[in-house]
T-cell receptor, first 114, second 113 residues
Framework: KQEVTQIPAALSVPEGENLVLNCSFTDSAIYNLQWFRQDPGKGLTSLLLIQSSQREQTSGRLNASLDKSSGRSTLYIAASQPGDSATYLCAVTASGGSNYKLTFGKGTLLTVNP | AAGVIQSPRHLIKEKRETATLKCYPIPRHDTVYWYQQGPGQDPQFLISFYEKMQSDKGSIPDRFSAQQFSDYHSELNMSSLELGDSALYFC????????????FGPGTRLTVL
């Protein structure tokens, strides 16, 4: 059974810092990996999707990397802003078959202080 | 751009009542997923549909059922509600050929009293 772990569980940084969030998964046979952002009590916003054949994806100040063989992904946020404060969730889709359910980690709660 | 629509956004029910949650996927998306997120928990997969057929089933109680209609919208029916069913229920949709990037709706917050 796929298990996804995210560390740290919480992170507090001053505005302007660069930071890295970590995600690991136990079964390397994944189809893709998605990073999401969730504000308290709100829905999930897709930030980046990395296909299993890719090593990284970039969107603005965000860069996500994937090392499938070691079962790890990182989300790098450059020049953090208070508006980046949210919970960041990592989720993977298993490869094979036609079922693409997401298995989530428990998230990293990020607080960016002005 | 159009997003996933869920209704209602909030729902309060008594124990043993029934509830119906609706999901309208992004236009042209033919796959719908339902997830349940309990307080302080990560989202857990319940069930999914592709082209109106059930494609996968997760930890969905037998008291729950779901279907996808000809216009691709989906409904999650929940009966004999229990206090533990209180959660955020998310619907997500995806489009074939996009590596299954899933786009989530705002969720329905169900409170069972």
């Amino acid at each position: 059974k796929q298990e996804v772990t995210q560390i740290p569980a919480a992170l507090s940084v001053p505005e302007g810092e660069n930071l890295v969030l970590n995600c690991s998964f136990t079964d390397s046979a994944i189809y893709n990996l998605q990073w999401f952002r969730q504000d308290p009590g709100k829905g999930l916003t897709s930030l980046l999707l990395i296909q299993s054949s890719q090593r990284e994806q970039t969107s603005g100040r965000l860069n996500a990397s994937l090392d499938k063989s070691s079962g790890r992904s990182t989300l790098y946020i450059a020049a953090s802003q208070p508006g980046d404060s949210a919970t960041y969730l990592c989720a993977v889709t298993a490869s094979g078959g036609s079922n693409y359910k997401l298995t989530f980690g428990k998230g990293t709660l990020l607080t960016v202080n002005p | 751009a159009a997003g996933v629509i869920q209704s209602p956004r909030h729902l309060i029910k008594e124990k043993r009542e029934t509830a119906t949650l609706k999901c309208y996927p992004i236009p042209r998306h033919d796959t719908v997923y339902w997830y349940q997120q309990g307080p302080g928990q990560d989202p857990q997969f319940l069930i999914s549909f592709y082209e109106k057929m059930q494609s996968d089933k997760g930890s969905i109680p037998d008291r729950f059922s779901a279907q996808q209609f000809s216009d691709y919208h989906s409904e999650l029916n929940m009966s004999s509600l229990e206090l533990g069913d209180s959660a955020l229920y998310f619907c997500a949709s995806s489009l074939p050929g996009t590596y299954n990037e899933q786009f989530f709706g705002p969720g329905t917050r169900l409170t069972v009293l």
